[in-house]
């Protein structure tokens, strides 16, 4: 079990974490009641830290950033020698909770995408794991909420009995959601995305050979190019060029000139 704290990548602090300490963490955190913002973040989710200095504060405001991307893992593995020998995949995060959740008797809530994936997850998750209490499930609203909706959302997750929450609004939305409501709700809220279409059986996953080789991008690109392109074409390159420099010393990236959001975004 890996867990050795955050380091900075570009400015953001990611975990030095693998599979079982993540899990762990999370389980703990839920039977405590504790609230707990987790994200697991490929190149995309460290670039939106980066290219904007509010939300690089969230996410660094965040008790656990895993190392989804394969570049994340190396990156950590040749600036700090983390050693890891696996990165900590948001889909494969979201069944080893799940597992860990069904055997310790903990209800999980689903929020976020549309109702049609919300049921095909849900009937999957329950032939998966029969023991699985999933307490309620909430598709996206897919716009910012009012005050008064986001503590309607508060109060029914509350009053669903979850000790765990999963939130799939797409990065950086769903991060955005995790930061402002972990006060709020006082259990792990895991924001993992992609994790929703692949488990609902909607969206198919890379074949592990590309995810070994950090090509998974490429996968996903050929399923949805129009919607990704610019996610992968534009960021990827600008990733490498930018870890380059702090790799060889060229540039600083420091955390803290990330700057807190002034207001909240209530995406729902």
Known sequence: MIDAGKR????????????DAAVERIVQAAKAKQGMAISALAVHGVMTGVLDDTHRY????????????????????TMYKAKLRDRVYGPNLT??????????????????????????FTENLKARYPGLQIAGAQPSRFRQISTEEKQEIVEQIKASGAAIAFVGLGCPRQEVWAYEYRDQL???????????????????????TMQNLGLEWLFRLIQEPQRLWKRYVLLNPHYVWLLSQQILGFRKFNPATAQPPAQELRYG
């Open 8 to 19: 900075n990548v570009l400015g953001v602090n990611v975990n030095i974490i693998d599979y």
């Open 58 to 77: 969230r996410l660094n405001e965040f008790d656990l950033i895993c190392p989804d991307g394969q570049p994340v893992r190396w990156a950590l593995n």
């Open 95 to 120: 069944l080893l909770t799940c597992e860990r959740a069904a055997q310790e008797g903990l209800p999980i809530y689903l929020y976020g995408s549309r109702l049609e994936v919300l049921n095909a």
């Open 186 to 208: 006082s259990m792990p809220l895991l924001a993992v995305g992609a994790a929703f279409d692949f488990h609902a059986g909607l969206l198919p996953q890379a074949p592990k």
